[in-house]
């Protein structure tokens, strides 16, 4: 419970001591106005005073959030960045005000403030990929197309992996450029991962060999994904990314079980914080679905043909007709009562985990398979995926885009489709935009 008027308890005796308490005070949206205070044994109410350019408001938090932090958000405070503002605390401390000096400070966005922890808290793990620690990743190596029938085979090729001047590259390039195969070979030749990298770590649908058969070609792109070994269970991941631009282009920033706690996909759940296309239009319904365009969604269900997606699902464009394409951050923060993800701070979703528990909210029928667990599937450990597709079943033929699908669904040869009319999408294809490039992953468990 929030109010800006004045309690009965600043009736209580006002002292200063030797005790200090520091808020994060911050932007928050477009321009509202963040202050919180993580928690300590002993603090009962917390008022905050702020004077700036927009006059003094007094700002009283009355209880602690589920995060263990006294936070208000005024939406209405027009805060911009390069605001200097003066604020003090007032922190009812076992039973005493304990009231500081005024401090000043100039705001920034709170992405790009040092994270305020709660006291519960620790980072689990963090890169900045000043070099790639492949000890800290599963590098997926498998022509198998994921579960969409994606273009691509994942390698862990340099030129589709690798780290440079404090980035990650995650850049797909065509099969074609590799010195073992050229236009022929993927018409009549095979793609045996084992022999090319001397690993496969996903079988399925021939991923660790496959032949061109038929009318259907090898995979015409390479690209990479990665799985953190790190795992987390409650907390909050932020990833600092620049997506690609270029057709049929699938970047993601997801979660995975880390052991299939509750069975396979989607059981054990799925928290996507961001995916996109990377074309410059992809109209549905008159809304451009494109690299102007970012979606989170939670995959939750008994079966594949039984995912509750369509109620966790939410996706948010850019501002001022811009796109996603610059340099963003991404987050998810995930407790047991709620699973919000973000861009730059701003809210993409928002799912408070239903009264009910996940299983009755999604009327599935019969054995319920998470028992009496609140929240699951969403209450235990998983890990971060990063990874770059192109083209599959994530592309609808119902969608106007910028230059025209080259493979339509049911088709018996859709890559060939794909690769034969290059000549349409590969223009879009410019150097390094086609690249997922991510500046740090953070891993912070609650």
């Known amino acids: 419970m929030r109010s800006i008027v004045c309690l009965s308890l600043l009736f209580v005796s006002v002292v200063i001591t030797s005790k200090s308490f520091h808020p994060e005070v911050s932007i928050t949206g477009q321009s509202g106005l ?5 928690d300590e044994d002993g603090i009962g109410h917390v008022i905050y005073t702020t004077r700036s350019k927009n006059g003094q ?12 932090i006294w936070e208000y958000v005024d939406f209405d405070a027009a805060a911009q960045t390069g605001d200097v503002m003066e604020y003090k605390t007032s922190v009812l401390y076992h039973d005493k005000w304990v009231e500081s000096e005024w401090n000043k400070v100039s705001l920034v966005p709170r992405g790009l403030t040092m994270p305020r922890k709660s006291r519960r808290s620790y980072t689990v793990f963090r890169d900045d990929f000043n070099s ?5 990743y599963k590098v997926e190596v498998s022509a198998w197309g994921g579960g969409n029938g994606e273009f691509q085979v994942y390698t862990p090729e340099h030129n589709n992996l690798h780290a440079e001047n404090g980035y990650l590259y995650m850049k797909p390039t065509l099969t074609t ?12 030749g095979q793609m045996d991962t084992n022999a090319l990298w001397h690993t496969c770590t996903n079988g399925a649908n021939h991923g660790c060999s496959k032949s061109s058969y038929g009318h259907e070609i090898l995979p015409p792109i390479m690209s990479s994904k990665i799985t953190s070994n790190a795992c987390v269970t409650y907390g909050r991941v932020n990833i600092r990314a620049r997506i690609p631009k270029g057709d049929w282009l699938w970047p993601a920033i997801w979660l995975l079980s880390c052991h299939k706690h ?3 996909w989607p059981r054990s759940g799925e928290i996507d914080i961001m995916e996109s296309r990377g074309n410059l239009k992809a109209e549905e319904h008159g809304s451009n679905h494109g690299v102007s365009y970012v979606a989170s969604t939670l995959h939750w269900g008994p079966d594949a043909n039984h995912n509750a997606y369509y109620l966790t699902h939410k996706g948010k464009h850019a501002h001022s007709g811009g796109d996603w394409h610059g340099w963003h951050t991404y987050s998810l923060e995930w407790t047991d009562h709620h699973i919000i993800t973000y861009v730059d701070d701003e809210e993409i979703m928002h799912i408070t985990t239903p009264s009910q528990g996940f299983w009755n ?12 667990h609140h929240n699951a599937p969403f209450d235990h450990s998983f890990h971060l995926i990063l990874n770059v597709a192109a083209g599959g079943g994530f592309f609808s033929d119902g969608t106007q885009y910028n230059t025209p699908k080259p493979w339509h669904r049911g088709s018996s040869h859709p890559m060939r489709d794909f690769w ?6 590969l223009p879009t294809w410019h150097g390094d935009d086609v690249a997922m490039l991510i500046d740090y992953v953070e891993m912070i468990q609650y």
Do not use: M, Q
């Not at 450029?177 to 009549?188: A, E, K, M, Q, V």
């Open 132 to 136: 790639f620690n492949r000890g800290s």
């Open 361 to 372: 909210w999604g009327h599935f029928h019969g054995n319920n398979i998470w028992g009496s």
């Open 262 to 264: 509750y069975g396979s």
């Open 420 to 425: 034969e009319h290059r000549g349409d999408w």
């Open 57 to 68: 408001r007094k700002y009283i938090v009355e209880a602690k959030n589920d995060d263990d």
């Open 177 to 188: 450029d590799h010195p073992s195969f050229d236009n022929g070979r993927l018409y009549n």
């Open 34 to 38: 963040r202050l919180s205070l993580v």
